[in-house]
Nanobody
Framework: QVQLVESGGGLVQPGGSLRLSCAASGSIFVIYTMGWYRQAPGKQRELVAT???????NYVDSVKGRFTISRDNAKNTVYLQMNTLKPEDTAVYYCNAALQLSPSQRYDYWGQGAQVTVSS
């Protein structure tokens, strides 16, 4: 069974740091772009950052210079290092991955979500 499992959320004070991890497991042929999204209460889910299989990255303007996305292809894992966290970063963070399961099967998968709360 293919799944994405997230870890690393929690409560942190403003200015603090957290690192999220998301590991893909199961019978996977190829992993393409991986990314992180977030959804705050009462708001739509928004893209935070993406990273291609070749390592090219993209960030939403509000996190540029504070968050860093990376991946370990040998471990099928994507990370989100979040520094200088602000209360407005509070949200449930979801990882996403475009997975090729066979030559004819390509799907988007989502993690279960990790709560990040930034509060004093």
């Amino acid at each position: 069974q293919v799944q994405l499992v997230e870890s690393g959320g929690g409560l942190v004070q403003p200015g603090g740091s957290l690192r999220l991890s998301c590991a893909a497991s199961g019978s996977i042929f190829v992993i393409y772009t991986m990314g992180w999204y977030r959804q705050a209460p009462g708001k739509q889910r928004e893209l935070v950052a993406t990273i291609t299989s070749g390592g090219s990255t993209n960030y939403v303007d509000s996190v540029k210079g504070r968050f860093t996305i990376s991946r370990d292809n040998a471990k099928n894992t994507v990370y989100l290092q979040m520094n200088t966290l602000k209360p407005e970063d509070t949200a449930v963070y979801y990882c996403n991955a475009a997975l090729q399961l066979s030559p004819s099967q390509r799907y988007d998968y989502w993690g279960q979500g990790a709560q990040v709360t930034v509060s004093s």
